[in-house]
């Protein structure tokens, strides 16, 4: 029995230094991150094979800063938001919804996949998958069953730590994965200003869906 109590114990130790070690990984990539005004990936969305399909790949880019700023742009689809509202539209279409960031649990932020994980996940286990490689099982902070099997891929680009892709699978039981292609920043927002300024497409209606809101119309 003690010999089991000492086994327990060590595999607890091992699991809360392994979860300390994620979290500080994780707090790494947040400094950086805030430590420029301005970055841009470029990524792929990957829905992976089942019964012998063939993947389906989607390429997107993502404008993100650290006051919660961002844009994504991904084959027709949109999402833009300055910290305090969230803007989602698709090219083509009648309306452009308006939200709060996080209002809805099924829609998925970007930056919360690519940069800022720990937003949404927390770790759960940490392995070394080469020098300059690591694999951290993650789960999703709500409990809800949108996703689940999450794991993040960090790769050390010179002396920093980054998100290289995230895989997780959905409500629908279908495997998804976010690939970082490339990543560059900027010491201010600049060069991207107007890309991250709302403005309503010709045509379209507004559709407020904010706790409290009336419903509809131009802002």
Do not use: Y
């Not at 979860?19 to 790494?28: D, F, S, T, V």
């Not at 399909?53 to 993502?62: C, E, I, P």
């Not at 809800?144 to 892709?165: A, C, I, N």
């Amino acid at each position: 029995m003690k010999a089991l109590l000492a086994c327990v114990g060590i595999l607890l130790a091992a699991l809360v230094c392994q979860a300390g070690e994620a979290e500080k990984l994780l707090r790494q990539v947040r400094n950086a991150f805030q430590s420029r005004d301005l970055w841009e990936l470029s990524f792929e969305q990957q829905q992976l094979p089942q019964h012998g399909t063939d993947t389906l790949r989607t390429r997107g880019r993502l404008l993100a800063c650290p006051d919660g700023s961002f844009r994504v742009d991904m084959e027709g689809m949109h999402l833009l938001s300055d910290g305090k509202s969230l803007w989602r539209w698709e090219d083509g279409g009648a309306q452009v919804l308006l939200e709060k960031p996080g209002q809805s649990e099924d829609v998925l932020l970007p930056h919360q996949l690519l940069i800022l994980v720990e937003e949404r996940f927390k770790p759960q286990s940490l392995k070394s998958a080469g020098p300059r490689r690591k694999l951290m099982r993650l789960s999703p902070r709500s409990g809800s069953e949108f996703m689940r099997e999450v794991q993040l891929t960090l790769q050390k680009e010179k002396d920093q730590w980054w998100p290289r892709d995230v895989a997780f699978t959905d409500f629908t039981d279908t495997r998804m994965r976010f690939v970082v292609l490339k990543r560059q920043s900027w010491p201010n927002r600049g060069v991207k200003a107007k890309e991250l300024a709302f403005r309503l497409p010709a045509g379209m209606e507004l559709v407020d869906l904010r706790p409290g809101a009336g419903g509809g119309g131009r802002p």
